[in-house]
T-cell receptor, first 116, second 110 residues
Framework: GAGVSQSPSNKVTEKGKDVELRCDPI?????LYWYRQSLGQGLEFLIY????????KSGLPSDRFSAERTGGSVSTLTIQRTQQEDSAVYLC??????????????FGQGTRLTVV | GNSVTQMEGPVTLSEEAFLTINCTYT??????LFWYVQYPGEGLQLLLK?????DKGSNKGFEATYRKETTSFHLEKGSVQVSDSAVYFC?????????FGAGTRLFVKA
């Protein structure tokens, strides 16, 4: 598609369940990013992919969070044993190879996760 | 590490008022600076950017100048419209990671 696509757009889950969030980046974009936007907060960096590898996972809040990317395209963010504090909007962004300082990141519309 | 600080909101203005949203940053090296906007119900989109000191980014009547001496990138618009109501994020990119400020919500009243 023309833009970054995320699914589902909304997800309500029970505490303790696992969830998977999906991101389809813009075709040809090798860099992919996950951010989290909690209510009233800024964007919190979670993880960055270059191709299928993740050079920086430093933002993942705990070992319940993991992410993978396959084929240099689709990425899945998995949250295991969800907690109420995981409720947030999870944003995915992609950009061309990040080697330049000028590269703009394009964002998807996000997945709103609510843990009840 | 790198960080971005922007003024807290919400900011409420009347239509045609002058807008300033302050943003300061801390960074090593020479980062690129951005303003992103998030309209109600929509995703983030780039509003403007500046890649080196003294550059001025502009778009849709908004402007911001990269001031290295004051480590600032304040967003301005001379005459706001109701349609400018949104959340504005100042951001810094050093290397591959983009660091965002907390966002400033702007309400413009008719």
């Amino acid at each position: 598609g023309a833009g970054v696509s995320q699914s589902p757009s909304n997800k309500v889950t029970e505490k303790g369940k696992d969830v998977e969030l999906r991101c389809d980046p813009i075709s040809g974009h090798t860099a992919l990013y996950w951010y989290r936007q909690s209510l009233g907060q800024g964007l919190e960096f979670l993880i960055y992919f270059q191709g299928n590898s993740a050079p920086d996972k430093s933002g993942l809040p705990s070992d319940r969070f993991s992410a993978e990317r396959t084929g240099g395209s689709v990425s899945t963010l998995t949250i295991q044993r969800t907690q109420q504090e995981d409720s947030a909007v999870y944003l995915c962004a992609s950009s061309l190879a990040p080697s330049g300082w000028y590269t703009e990141a394009f964002f998807g519309q996000g997945t709103r996760l609510t843990v009840v | 590490g790198n960080s971005v600080t922007q003024m807290e909101g919400p900011v409420t203005l009347s239509e045609e008022a002058f807008l300033t949203i302050n943003c300061t940053y801390t960074a090593t090296g020479y980062p690129s600076l951005f303003w992103y906007v998030q309209y109600p119900g929509e995703g983030l989109q780039l509003l403007l950017k500046a890649t080196k000191a003294d550059d001025k980014g502009s778009n849709k009547g908004f402007e911001a100048t990269y001031r290295k001496e004051t480590t600032s990138f304040h967003l301005e618009k001379g005459s706001v419209q109701v349609s400018d109501s949104a959340v504005y994020f100042c951001a810094l990119r050093g290397g591959f990671k983009t660091i965002f400020g907390a966002g400033t919500r702007l309400f413009v009243k008719a």
